[in-house]
């Protein structure tokens, strides 16, 4: 049997929690508001002690970390073994974590192990009945899934970064930790990352980022995304791309946006030269503004933008970022 209580999987890396981190634990609070639940943090990995205060503000009840040098990397046996041993320590009703690149790799395994219902990239979650309901986004994002658990299962549900609200509550007291003890991992992590290098660590991440600047073909090649970086840079944002210039080798990977990239949700999106094919829709139409710089006015960009600027981005772009640095001074 089940208790009345949410567990909540914070996400960190390198040492730093994720803001994805955050907005599941903040989900999780609202939603053990209504549920009269308590609400458990998981948090995993070597010298984790000092995030602790980090997630005073979240409003948690208790605090578990699990410390041990074995999770210094994440690694899906690891992670889910210690997260399957602590759910079934706890028996909480339900489990969040965020759908980003690690969560989408643990949520399965942790769901089949622990036997539970798993709800991916959710958009919205309510509570019906003590139960709860869960909107997540199908087809691309051509329609949305409406979720219900049945029966007793555990309540599993990943949360789609940038989509719930982070809150930090000022003055909030410090949640009780409490140790989580790792044992018996020994054999059990077959697959070790030994070392992490490199990996572009000065650009930001397109799924943690406020407001993105997304190029397209239309900037016609590689170079010319230094037009789009000047933007990117006055507005503070990260840069992403379509797999088109993506395929092309203009800019790395970790920049794409859509079905087979990155789903991302940022305040503002800004999409340069980019035609808004379905599977570039399908990463970014949860976006809270939609900007188009196209010339052609027929895109079908313009059917998901809030604004549209219909033109030559060779002559759009120097004009916004000088506008930009302009307002800003
Ligand atoms: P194009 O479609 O060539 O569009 C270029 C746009 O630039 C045009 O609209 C044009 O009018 C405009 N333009 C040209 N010159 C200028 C100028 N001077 N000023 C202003 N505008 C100009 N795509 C993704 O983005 N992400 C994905 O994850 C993804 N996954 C896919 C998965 C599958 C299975 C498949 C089949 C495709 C996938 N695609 C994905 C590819 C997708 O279908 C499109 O081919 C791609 O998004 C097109 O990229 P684009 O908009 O940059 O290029």
């Known amino acids: 049997m089940a208790n009345n209580s949410i567990l909540v999987f914070a996400e960190q890396r390198d040492g730093k929690l994720k803001k994805a981190a955050f907005e599941a634990v903040s989900e999780g609070r609202r939603l053990a508001d209504q549920l009269g639940a308590e609400l458990h943090v998981a948090l995993l990995g070597n010298g984790v002690d000092t995030l602790t205060g980090e997630l005073a503000g979240v409003g948690a009840d208790q605090l578990h970390t699990a410390d041990h040098p074995d999770l210094q990397f994440y690694s899906a046996e690891g992670y889910s073994l210690v997260l399957a041993r602590m759910i079934d320590q706890l028996s909480p009703s339900v489990f969040l974590l965020p759908a980003t690149a690690m969560g989408k790799d643990l949520a399965p395994r942790v769901a089949?192990?622990?036997?539970?219902?798993?709800?991916?990239?959710?958009?919205?979650?309510?509570?019906?009945?003590g139960r709860l309901i869960a909107k997540r986004p199908?087809?691309?994002?051509?329609?949305?899934?409406?979720?219900?658990?049945?029966?007793?299962?555990?309540?599993?549900?990943?949360?789609?970064?940038?989509?719930?609200?982070?809150?930090?509550?000022?003055?909030?007291?410090?949640?009780?930790?409490?140790?989580?003890?790792?044992?018996?991992?020994?054999?059990?992590?077959?697959?070790?990352?030994?070392?992490?290098?490199?990996?572009?660590?000065?650009?930001?991440?397109?799924?943690?980022?406020?407001?993105?600047?997304?190029?397209?073909?239309?900037?016609?090649?590689?170079?010319?995304?230094?037009?789009?970086?000047?933007?990117?840079?006055?507005?503070?944002?990260?840069?992403?791309?379509?797999?088109?210039?993506?395929?092309?080798?203009?800019?790395?990977?970790?920049?794409?946006?859509?079905?087979?990239?990155?789903?991302?949700?940022?305040?503002?999106?800004?999409?340069?030269?980019?035609?808004?094919?379905?599977?570039?829709?399908?990463?970014?139409?949860?976006?809270?503004?939609?900007?188009?710089i196209n010339k052609d006015s027929e895109a079908p960009i313009f059917k998901v933008a809030d604004y549209g600027i219909v033109g030559d981005l060779f002559e759009v772009l120097p004009v916004l970022t000088e506008e930009v640095a302009r307002l800003k001074e």
């Open 138 to 292: 199908m087809y691309a994002g051509k329609a949305i899934a409406t979720v219900r658990w049945a029966g007793e299962t555990l309540q599993m549900a990943s949360l789609r970064p940038n989509v719930f609200p982070a809150e930090i509550r000022d003055g909030a007291a410090p949640p009780a930790t409490v140790p989580f003890a790792v044992e018996g991992l020994e054999g059990k992590i077959r697959a070790r990352v030994k070392e992490v290098t490199g990996g572009g660590g000065e650009t930001k991440d397109v799924t943690e980022a406020d407001v993105i600047v997304a190029g397209g073909r239309g900037l016609k090649e590689a170079a010319n995304f230094s037009l789009l970086e000047a933007l990117a840079e006055k507005l503070d944002a990260a840069v992403g791309a379509s797999r088109a210039v993506v395929d092309s080798g203009w800019v790395d990977h970790q920049a794409q946006v859509g079905q087979t990239g990155k789903t991302v949700s940022p305040q503002l999106y800004i999409a340069v030269g980019i035609s808004g094919a379905i599977q570039h829709l399908a990463g970014m139409s949860s976006s809270k503004c939609i900007v188009a």
């Open 112 to 129: 089949a192990v622990c036997n539970a219902g798993l709800a991916t990239d959710c958009i919205d979650l309510t509570v019906e009945d």
